[in-house]
């Protein structure tokens, strides 16, 4: 049953790997069952329904990606968007956090229209191959400094933005045991080199005194009524002029976002053609959209496919079985939730591979027809950005634009895609309406 849903023996894995590769996504990514509900309860939201909502979202959404589009790629609610979604939205613009709901629910239908027209894979193959490969080195990028800064190896710094962090701090000194473990480990090539890393960095921490035991194992499941369905009540409250562009902006983000994470992770795992198209990109992408509708009904911001999926792909995951057993786990948390907040808890355990799995990435580089000055200047722009704006969608974005800005320089205007002219466009449009409205995704 197993081989004729994810045709295992075809994408050369088994059950063992991909058992090992969900839990290691996992583990990366358990950090958003304690950061999400953190963050939306600034709104007034619940908490405890809301970290529900979250690991419902996240087993629902990866669920549907596993059968839907049979890829490694688990999703969760995403960050950046929950912070909008809280801190820009509710707070700062005054809507309530169930009318915000509402603009994630629309933003989702509108993404599934989207879908359905067959237009975001249209717009996904209208990328030039060296830009998406641009695209997944930012992401690697992007991923190994939200390790570096969540560990503290990197922090802020008024004088120069960021600097070198306190190698005397316990955390920072695991995070560096398990970089070195982990890395060792994966040089020898032995096999989950990185669950065996997470593991490993966890024992350590908790012998130290670093990572906290867990008061409990088990605990009772807590209430999902404060938010379930609450997004029903708002939606005839947000079709106004003033609503609108923050339903395009839930929308933009989460596109864009979702397209590079499916580009990078599906590319690492070799699960794109020689044009560089990634397989079941259409049914990945519709899955995306459905999760993000289900999520707003359970009571969470935009589900999107997450970047941390990157640590099971390493792992040797390269079927939707791999989705599959992350979903189990986010569904067994419901049930284990003293024991995964504790770990959760403790960036450090988790820092090391995100670290390692985005110096890997940087391998894509090699895709880069450095030769062709203007693809070198929306590289370029691309991974600049994504980083110091601390969000992918933006630097795809301004990679965009530059990328076409040389082309037209150079007298190159006529191999530009149309698609990608469209592109530009609603990029110049968002930014526009983000300085007219005050919107900063």
Request: aromatic fraction near 10%; hydrophobic fraction near 60%; include cysteine.
């Amino acid at each position: 049953m197993l081989e004729k849903l994810f045709h295992l023996k075809e994408n050369k894995t088994n059950l063992r790997t991909e058992a090992i590769s969900g839990t290691t996504t996992f583990l990366a990514m358990a950090y958003i069952l304690v950061v999400n509900p953190a963050i939306l309860s600034a709104t007034g939201m619940d908490s405890d329904a809301v970290f529900v909502a979250t690991a419902l979202s996240a087993v629902i959404g990866t669920l549907i990606m596993a059968f839907m589009a049979n890829l490694p790629v688990a999703l969760a609610p995403g960050m950046g968007m929950n912070a909008f979604f809280a801190y820009g939205v509710v707070i700062v613009m005054g809507y309530t956090w169930q009318q915000a709901l509402a603009g994630i629910f629309i933003s989702g239908v509108l993404f599934i229209c989207l879908s359905v027209s067959g237009v975001r894979e249209k717009i996904i193959k209208a990328i030039p191959q060296s830009l998406r490969a641009a695209v997944a080195v930012g992401i690697g990028f992007f991923i190994a400094f939200v390790g570096l800064k969540n560990s503290g190896l990197i922090v802020a710094s008024e004088a120069t933005f960021v600097t070198f962090g306190n190698l005397g701090d316990p955390a920072v000194i695991l995070t560096v045991v398990g970089l070195v473990i982990t890395l060792v480990l994966m040089v020898k090539k032995i096999p989950a080199a990185i669950f065996i890393g997470l593991v490993g960095t966890t024992v350590i921490g908790m012998v130290a005194g670093i990572v906290p035991m867990p008061t409990a194992v088990f605990g009772a499941i807590p209430s999902l009524d404060g938010t379930f369905g609450a997004v029903f009540e708002a939606i005839p409250t947000v079709f106004t002029w003033q609503f609108i562009p923050i339903i395009f902006a839930f929308l933009f983000v989460d596109f864009f976002d979702t397209a590079g994470t499916l580009l990078a992770v599906t590319k690492r795992a070799g699960l794109v053609d020689e044009e560089g198209n990634v397989k079941n990109m259409g049914r990945a992408m519709f899955g995306d959209a459905i999760a993000t509708t289900i999520g707003a009904v359970l009571g969470t911001s935009s589900v999107t496919s997450f970047v941390e999926s990157l640590t099971g792909v390493e792992v040797g995951g390269r079927t939707g079985l791999s989705a599959v057993f992350t979903a189990l786990c986010f569904l067994l948390s419901l049930f284990f939730a003293p024991l995964i907040i504790t770990i959760a808890q403790v960036p450090a355990i988790t820092a090391p591979a995100l670290i390692l799995v985005g110096a890997l990435m940087v391998e894509s580089l090699r895709d880069v027809d450095f030769s062709d000055e203007p693809v070198v200047i929306g590289t370029f722009f691309i991974i600049i950005f994504m980083l110091l704006t601390y969000s992918i969608a933006k630097g795809i974005a301004i990679g965009f634009i530059f990328y076409t800005i040389a082309m037209v320089a150079k007298g190159r205007y006529r191999e530009i895609p149309v698609l990608l002219w469209v592109l530009d466009i609603i990029f110049i449009a968002n930014f526009v309406v983000g300085v007219i409205f005050g919107i900063s995704v």
